[in-house]
């Protein structure tokens, strides 16, 4: 395994150093322009090792023709699907013969598939095309979906939103071991891509197994004339393009598609209208394509935003899905998955094309807390430990057989509409009530708190930007909950005339809890309130706690109890984000906790809890009445 690495990394290294000699020594700067000349000087490297264009190569190495002149026409002849004469080399010649000799110095064909891809991964940064919806899927991703579909001697594969080829690689890297074959197919829209994942894939494809072709898979004449035929594939794999930014309008397009049509929601599901919706999101008719590419029988892994799995006017998509076989399972990809490149928060759905059994809402679901590599792409901490990846053990857990799985639980889809795999993870409400067991209490939900009339919970106000600076009031955000306390900035206070204005409406009073809802971060961290912080006005991504006079428990307790690493992780279980905003919303109510009504039996472990936050305050307090700022 070391070695492995060491070999990635050097390549790694010799591909960075190639390409930062060809952007500082080359006519170009254009990053795309360095690639796709890269990605044809491969090809020509790799049609060398199998003896082909060797007069070419000899003839452009002595200087006696230019690439364009006796490489391009060559390179078109041998891989017709991937280069065509308009794709000219935009490098100068000397440039290119620098780099020619490089690529000779490369064992191509006794590296590993992936390298590559990993190493103009590195060249081309995580964000790939972000502008165009894709991004780069981390080799933990793609080989934990590989190891799970696990496609067996003979099949085939495709992937519709190729990119680089990394499932190509994987799949490829896979039979090798396993010393099998099959076949392969990988499309995208990009040239660029598509050039550099026929370059890559051509490497290690001496059997004429892999087909890689630059067209827009959503458009199905184009895949006709690749010799792509719908429902002939055993496999799909794919991390398609997403987002409404790069919405499909075209009609042509959108007629060829159920899910490109309007549906409406009736009492007994989804109805499609027949009407031609004026746009979809790419992610969506992905979801129909690779379906309609599969075998009866055939399997599907797709990686997709969350707000697929829980806008709640997605659904008709699941109707849709359901109606054509079933779900398999469901994967929470923890929100590091694709950043830096992008915050959008993904899942990803196993799905198997087979005759639909209406009653069956069974399927599997896994959740991952670490993809390995942190918010910054770093595969390695600080002291040098490498990061988790979770997605390893749950591809390991799901080949252990349904008898034997651990990490994964078969749940029932309570609600065919929200699919967000991690609500439906029995694990971390195992966690909550281990917990409660500890402390000698039954579970409750808030929702029942509520119920037996003990607690109220309502939402803050919004003050608009205008009204920050115009007094020293302080408006609390869900940037300053901190540590069980409302820090404030004074830049966001307001005036005494605001906070006249809202402070009827939230009426608080020492003791209110203060939770953050809404936002990208810090969903599920509380605050209380002493009297000394009274005086504020709250945001509307918070939510205020407050007890009646007939709860018997004092209120830090309940703070206690929400902030229990076990009730962290049951809030974070009944999040959902859209895109990159995570919100409770209802499902707040459902946040499940040991019983505060029975604290009086959790001894030491709140009484230390009590201590610390009480003894902080004091010194918060306290410390307030310095560095305050004076008006220059």
Not at 313 to 340: E, H, K, V
Not at 372 to 389: E, F, M, N
Not at 418 to 423: A, E, I, K, N, Q
Not at 512 to 521: C, F, N
Request: hydrophobic letters at 40%.
């Amino acid at each position: 395994m070391q070695q492995l690495s060491l070999l990635n990394d050097n390549i790694e290294h010799r591909f960075r150093d190639l390409y930062y000699h060809l952007y500082s020594n080359s006519s170009s700067s254009r990053s795309e322009r360095i690639l796709s000349d890269l990605s044809k000087l491969i090809l020509l490297s790799i049609a060398n090792v199998k003896g082909r264009l060797c007069r070419e190569t000899l003839e452009f190495r002595s200087g006696s023709s230019t690439a364009n002149e006796i490489l391009l026409p060559g390179l078109q002849k041998c891989f017709p699907s991937s280069v065509s004469l308009e794709d000219r080399f935009a490098l100068d010649d000397q440039a290119l013969r620098h780099a020619l000799a490089i690529l000779e110095e490369i064992d191509l064909v006794g590296t590993p598939s992936h390298t590559f891809g990993d190493a103009f991964q590195a060249l081309m940064g995580p964000r790939l095309r972000g502008d165009k919806g894709q991004f780069f899927t981390p080799r933990s991703v793609v080989r934990a979906l590989v190891d799970i579909l696990a496609p067996p001697a003979g099949a085939s594969v495709i992937d519709p939103a190729c990119g680089t080829g990394g499932f190509i690689a994987a799949v490829l890297d896979k039979w090798k071991e396993q010393k099998t074959k099959g076949r392969i197919v990988g499309i995208d829209k990009d040239k660029d891509l598509s050039l550099l994942a026929s370059a890559l894939s051509s490497i290690h494809d001496s059997a004429g197994q892999i087909h890689v072709a630059n067209a827009n898979s959503l458009i199905l004449s184009e895949l006709e004339k690749q010799g792509v035929h719908l429902g002939s594939f055993d496999f799909v794999l794919t991390n398609p393009p997403f987002g409404s930014k790069i919405g499909i309008s075209d009609r042509t397009t959108l007629k060829q598609y159920e899910l490109g049509r309007a549906w409406d929601k009736t009492s007994s599901g989804w109805r499609e209208t027949g009407l031609v919706r004026a746009s979809q999101d790419p992610q969506v008719l992905f979801i129909e394509l690779c379906i309609r590419l599969l075998k009866p029988g055939g399997r599907m892994a797709i990686v997709l935003p969350e707000g697929v799995f829980g806008n709640k006017g997605a659904g008709y998509i699941w109707d849709f899905i359901r109606r054509n076989g079933r779900i398999l399972g469901l994967i929470d990809c923890p929100r590091t998955t694709f950043q830096p490149g992008t915050d959008t928060k993904t899942n990803i759905l196993i799905f198997q094309r087979c005759e639909t059994r209406k009653s069956d809402h069974r399927c599997w679901v896994a959740v991952a807390y670490a993809c390995g590599h942190d918010k910054r792409g770093k595969s390695t901490r600080a002291d040098g430990r490498p990061v988790p990846d979770d997605f390893a053990r749950i591809a390991n857990d799901w080949a252990a057989g349904e008898a034997k799985r651990e990490i994964w639980s078969e749940v029932v889809v309570s609600d065919p509409y929200y699919l967000v795999p991690r609500y439906y993870d029995a694990k971390s409400s195992d966690d909550v009530l281990g917990d409660a067991k500890k402390l000698g209490a039954p579970v409750v939900s808030l929702g029942d708190l509520i119920k037996s009339g003990v607690l109220s919970i309502r939402k803050g106000n919004e003050v608009g930007s205008e009204a920050y600076g115009t007094g020293d009031v302080p408006f609390v955000r869900t940037s300053d909950i901190h540590n069980f306390e409302i820090s404030h900035d004074p830049t966001n206070c307001v005036s005494e005339e605001v906070f006249r204005q809202y402070e009827s409406q939230q009426q608080l009073k020492a003791g209110d809890i203060l939770m953050v809802v809404d936002g990208r971060y810090k969903i599920g961290r509380c605050a209380i309130i002493h009297e000394w912080s009274i005086r504020c006005v709250v945001q509307s991504h918070l939510k205020i706690f407050s007890l009646s006079p007939k709860a018997k428990f004092e209120p830090l307790a309940l703070l206690f109890a929400l902030s229990l690493p076990s009730v962290q992780k049951e809030i974070r279980r009944l999040v959902f984000i859209q895109s990159t905003l995570g919100g409770l919303g209802v499902r707040i109510n459902e946040i499940r906790i040991p019983d505060p009504r029975f604290s009086k039996k959790w001894g030491a472990n709140l009484s230390k809890f009590r201590e610390a936050v009480l003894e902080r305050a004091r010194y918060s307090k306290y410390l307030q009445e310095f560095g305050r700022e004076v008006e220059l």
